[in-house]
């Protein structure tokens, strides 16, 4: 057993032996103790197992779903930290409490979210329980054992209440504050958000093995915390894929020996504001249905550092039974009602998901409705490849206006009360042409030979889009003669084209050889743009000025409040549905391109030295003591391997959001897989798994992926059980 210091082992052999008794007798497991076991150790450390392979990767074999639970929050405390109890504590609502008032929206927030999940706590299934009874329990573990690495307050203490407290849906805080703000007659700020996801399956045939494949490679900031990680208990789960750090299960996508999918966002349009009249007699009711009801109060009280001292304040929250009240004023009371609003049964739903075992029973665990949004794109060992456009999407009785607009409600009538059935959503399963994508536009062009029928969708969906990152999606994948390998299909993803120049680049080109003279800089910087191959590739010259080109000119474009109207405006010919993969090129204002050129010289010349310098000189990813040169670029520029970039202290560009998480995987028996996580296993600085990927990712590289026993011994580098890390050696 690792030594504990003074300050926990009284604590220690309390809270351990107790929290021991407790999960052996809620999961009704093995209650054995291996030999060598100290006193105090929770006998689910006999129940976990844990092979760490090449890259830290961890499998975790448990002997039930509480085992599973411990060490799996035990992995992710040696590589995380600190990170995952302190989400626990922001779920139990307690920032305030160890670092001062600041926090204390935060508290009150999570504070209402905890009672949620202790009204529900009863609901869950056994198995979503014990699992977080086995992850709190983990963390405690590692706590008891590593005392030193917290501050003094941490104790272990966690249970699952405070683990379910964390998958309580609530309602997103800034877009009701986003509401707000226009209330009071104020603009929200715009931006192109570019968030978002790729996600391709193949039928078997389009493979070259007969067998479908599917990619995973979700776009989020890459302090999103994706944790890759192998979840078996033999006979009953064996599933590759990642979890979120700070989470048992979140959000999660991956594959067992049988079926596999892909998440990307949808951003479903779930929520919708109404506007109640104020009873005119009493100022806390409101009139429904022709009577007067009276609004629910509830007072939550947080506690908050205060110097050496504690302090704790009060706040009111009022809802009605539609949902919370998010402003009064003018004779209104305007009400939050969403579709996600309190769901807690996110992990049951993925539990039945990781565990089925063909397309029936997982669409069967998908009807549970608790996972309220993203695209899901599937494909399994019998050959099938399904995509649907899942959200807990509201049955309207009136045009959606989500939180921008307050829709009045004088009734029942006037507001929603079902959700449009599962199987009524956008669905596509095995279709012509063998192949199913997304990366984040709506579903109607899902598959160019079966697209979807707009008009068979009303306004409670999204329009058609297609954007640049889609259209340069099926420039690679549509031809259906073309049959690929998991090989063919990782170098396809990691593809550096930026299909924006494809578009208008030649349009550039003729306007400035038009108005600058031969011998200039402008001529010159315009015969660099003309040979440069249109990629973002590290070694390519051509693609930092025209990035910079391409931002200059949206800037100058005028009378365009949008940003996202801005890019619109941007093209001669702008998106149409009836070309929609072809459009939109060209450019609308050729005299400001001009104008926008001669500014990107002096913009990049000034940042980077020369405006004929290397994307891979000015763009790198950095982690640890890995600096290297990496191609990539914003989706909106048409780059399907998408990087965004942040400004480093030297001027160079660092990726910081975007690709990071790439899994491709094909259903053979078994299934053979290959995955890259780029900011590494760990978040500790001093641990060699936290930059030992980011190079193979810059190379566009990925790393097979260990998943049977002799994948797992042949790449093991340890083997051990939580907090006995010396008594199982390789």
């Known amino acids: 057993m690792t030594c504990v210091s003074r300050r926990w082992h009284a604590r220690l052999t309390t809270i351990m032996s107790v929290a021991a008794l407790g999960c052996a007798a809620a999961v009704g497991g093995p209650e054995y103790v291996s030999e060598g076991a100290a006193p105090g150790e929770p006998r689910l450390v006999s129940q976990v197992e844990i092979a760490r392979t090449a890259f830290g990767v961890p499998h975790i074999t448990a002997h039930n779903v509480a085992a599973l639970g411990f060490g799996l929050a035990y992995c992710q405390l040696e590589d995380h930290g600190d990170r995952v109890v302190l989400g626990l504590v922001r779920a139990r609502g307690e920032l305030a409490l160890h670092f001062g008032p600041d926090s204390l929206d935060s508290d009150f927030f999570f504070r209402r979210r905890r009672a949620r999940a202790l009204e529900t706590y009863h609901l869950l299934s056994r198995d979503a329980r014990d699992l977080y009874e086995g992850f709190a329990q983990g963390i405690n573990w590692y706590i008891a054992l590593h005392p030193d690495e917290f501050a003094e307050w941490v104790a272990p203490s966690f249970t699952g209440h405070d683990v379910h407290g964390r998958f309580i849906l609530m309602s997103d805080q800034g877009d009701v504050a986003d509401f707000v703000t226009r209330l009071a007659g104020s603009a929200t700020p715009d931006a192109l958000n570019d968030d978002g996801s790729n996600a391709w399956a193949f039928a078997p045939s389009r493979t070259v093995s007969g067998h479908p494949i599917l990619l995973r490679n979700p776009h989020l900031s890459w302090n999103a915390g994706y944790y890759e990680v192998h979840l078996r208990i033999p006979g009953r789960l064996d599933f590759y894929g990642d979890v979120r750090v700070g989470y048992p299960l979140f959000y999660i996508g991956g594959f067992n020996r049988h079926l596999g999918w892909a998440t990307t966002n949808n951003g479903p349009d779930l929520d919708d504001i109404y506007a109640l009249d104020v009873d005119p007699i009493r100022t806390d009711h409101y009139m429904f249905n022709g009577k007067a009801v009276p609004l629910l109060r509830e007072t939550v009280t947080a506690e908050f550092k205060n110097g050496a001292g504690r302090s704790s304040e009060t706040r009111e929250f009022w809802r009605t039974p539609l949902g919370p009240v998010v402003h009064r004023g003018a004779g209104k009371i305007y009400v939050l009602r969403s579709a996600a609003e309190g769901e807690y049964r996110m992990v049951d739903q993925y539990l039945r998901m990781m565990q089925a075992t063909n397309l029936a029973e997982w669409k069967s665990a998908m009807r549970m409705r608790s996972h309220p949004s993203s695209n899901f794109t599937y494909a399994d060992a019998d050959g099938n490849i399904f995509y649907v456009w899942?959200?807990?999407?509201?049955a309207r009785p009136h045009p959606p206006d989500g939180d921008t607009v307050a829709v009045a409600a004088a009734g029942s009538a006037d507001v929603w009360t079902t959700l449009v059935p599962f199987d009524s959503l956008p669905q596509l399963l095995n279709p012509t042409g063998g192949y199913l994508h997304n990366e984040n536009d709506p579903f109607h062009f899902t598959n160019l030979y079966e697209p979807f029928d707009p008009l068979r969708f009303g306004s409670n969906y999204p329009a058609p889009e297609l954007g640049l990152r889609s259209q340069l999606a099926l420039s690679l994948i549509h031809d259906s003669t073309t049959k690929l390998t998991l090989e063919d299909v990782i170098a396809l993803k990691h593809t550096t084209r930026m299909l924006l120049a494809d578009r208008v680049k030649d349009d550039l080109i003729r306007a400035i050889r038009?108005?600058?003279?031969?011998?200039?800089?402008?001529?010159?910087?315009?015969?660099?743009?003309?040979?440069?191959?249109?990629?973002?590739?590290?070694?390519?010259?051509?693609g930092v000025l025209f990035e910079a080109w391409f931002a200059e000119y949206l800037a100058l474009l005028p009378d365009v409040e949008s940003r996202a109207d801005r890019l619109r405006a941007a093209f001669a010919t702008p998106w149409t549905i009836a070309a929609p993969v072809i459009t939109p090129r060209g450019l609308a204002d050729l005299d400001r391109a001009v104008a926008a050129f001669k500014q990107a010289l002096s913009v990049v010349r000034e940042r980077f030295g020369s405006w004929e310098v290397a994307w891979g000189d000015v763009h790198r990813v950095r982690r640890g003591d890995v600096d290297v040169p990496v191609g990539g670029c914003p989706g909106w520029l048409g780059c399907f391997r998408t990087l965004s970039f942040t400004p480093d202290a030297d001027?160079?560009?660092?990726?910081?959001?975007?690709?990071?998480?790439?899994l491709a995987v094909e259903f053979a028996d078994p299934p053979r897989a290959r995955s890259v996580l780029a900011y590494g296993q760990s978040g500790r600085e001093d641990s060699p798994h936290f930059s030992d990927q980011a190079a193979v990712f810059a190379q566009g590289r990925l790393k097979p992926v260990a998943f049977t026993d002799a994948d797992i011994e042949a790449q093991l580098t340890r083997r051990y059980r939580p907090g006995r890390e010396k008594d199982m050696t390789h």
């Not at 899942?390 to 509201?394: E, H, K, Q, V």
């Not at 108005?515 to 070694?539: F, G, K, M």
């Open 651 to 662: 001027g160079a560009l660092v990726a910081s959001r975007g690709d990071a998480w790439v």
């Open 390 to 394: 899942n959200a807990r999407l509201p």
């Open 514 to 542: 038009a108005h600058a003279p031969e011998e200039s800089e402008v001529a010159q910087a315009a015969t660099l743009l003309e040979q440069w191959d249109n990629t973002v590739d590290p070694e390519s010259r051509g």
